[in-house]
């Protein structure tokens, strides 16, 4: 199949592609000869990181100025959304988020983690970068005619308000640091519903949330509450039903295509990195090519479905040169 054909089939279909910030998270990865280990303190594995001190998340500078070309491409290629993180598990906010945390994890403490006293947004805005990303990004979104998914993970495991829930690092009990109390709970279902009402409030129309991982049983009637108010903000905005079940609007298998078209009338598509994984992991990173995307785009549309491509930026938000073609 050569291009024209390639980008006409895709246009006919309708592919979306994520573009996932997940970069930042790298600046956070801890170097294991400096962390707490003495004090017994395993820090959380893989990619996902939680800063171990201020300099680490601080340090975030080096972003292109505007986004804007890469944008025109994915809407000529035939390109419908795409998706940003706005926050992740680890909590920190690539935009200017009024949040305050005040209550952290000092994971150097002598005789192991202890909880830290802080007033902070933790965010974009408090770094030398001082830019609102997703406001950029929203804005050449729209001047390419894209539609916008923002991506919201309901656990932050920065705020120490949150530790019961969602493999927190700090689970209940851990290095002797005190349970929730009920006026900490209600500060973490506060900040969890300011942020997602801040997403629905300061960046215009947004066409899905999607919303990642859950929170726990114990607050389910505040969480359901916080839903029901963003439905009056948005009313027409499309929530992916991770951590609020039946109160979603879509669901996203992730890494494979369904064998069928399921037995649900909800909407659905796959979401699927073209990389090894959804963050940026270098400029050939074993990518899968356009035949697999084809394929796989085909697959889900016949069963119902839609297909989005995960392709992460590096750490100046530049997409590999491999991933574009």
Not at 187 to 202: D, V
Not at 298 to 324: C, E, Q, W
């Amino acid at each position: 199949m050569d291009d024209n054909t390639r980008r006409s089939f895709l246009k006919s279909l309708g592919i979306a592609s994520v573009m996932a910030t997940k970069r930042i998270r790298r600046v956070f990865a801890s170097n294991s000869a400096t962390s707490a280990l003495a004090q017994g303190y395993v820090p959380p594995r893989g990619n996902i990181r939680v800063p171990e001190s201020d300099d680490q998340w601080k340090a975030v500078k080096d972003y292109v100025d505007e986004p804007g070309p890469e944008y025109r491409h994915f809407k000529e290629n035939g390109m419908k959304m795409f998706a940003i993180t706005c926050n992740h598990h680890e909590g920190f906010s690539m935009y200017d988020t009024k949040r305050r945390v005040t209550s952290r994890v000092d994971w150097t403490a002598p005789g192991g983690p202890k909880l830290q006293n802080c007033d902070l947004a933790y965010s974009i805005m408090e770094t030398p970068f001082k830019r609102d990303v997703v406001r950029a990004v929203c804005d050449a979104g729209r001047r390419h005619g894209l539609k916008i998914d923002l991506y919201f993970s309901h656990p932050n495991w920065y705020d120490a308000d949150f530790r019961p829930f969602c493999r927190h690092p700090l689970l209940p009990g851990s290095y002797g640091i005190p349970d929730l109390t009920q006026e900490e709970q209600t500060r973490m279902m506060a900040h969890h519903r300011q942020q997602l009402t801040e997403l629905l409030t300061n960046y215009g129309k947004i066409d899905m949330v999607c919303l990642d991982m859950w929170l726990g049983k114990e607050v389910w009637p505040q969480l359901r509450e916080t839903m029901l108010a963003l439905r009056k903000l948005q009313p027409d905005v499309m929530f992916r039903a991770r951590g609020i079940g039946n109160y979603g609007d879509y669901y996203t298998p992730e890494r494979y295509v369904p064998g069928g078209k399921g037995t649900t009338d909800i909407p659905w598509f796959v979401i699927y990195p073209l990389g090894r994984g959804f963050s940026y992991s270098g400029a050939d990173d074993h990518f899968k090519g356009s035949r697999w995307v084809i394929q796989n785009l085909a697959d889900t549309v016949a069963k119902g479905g839609n297909f989005m491509v995960g392709i992460g930026p590096d750490r100046n938000g530049t997409f590999s040169p491999t991933a574009m073609s």
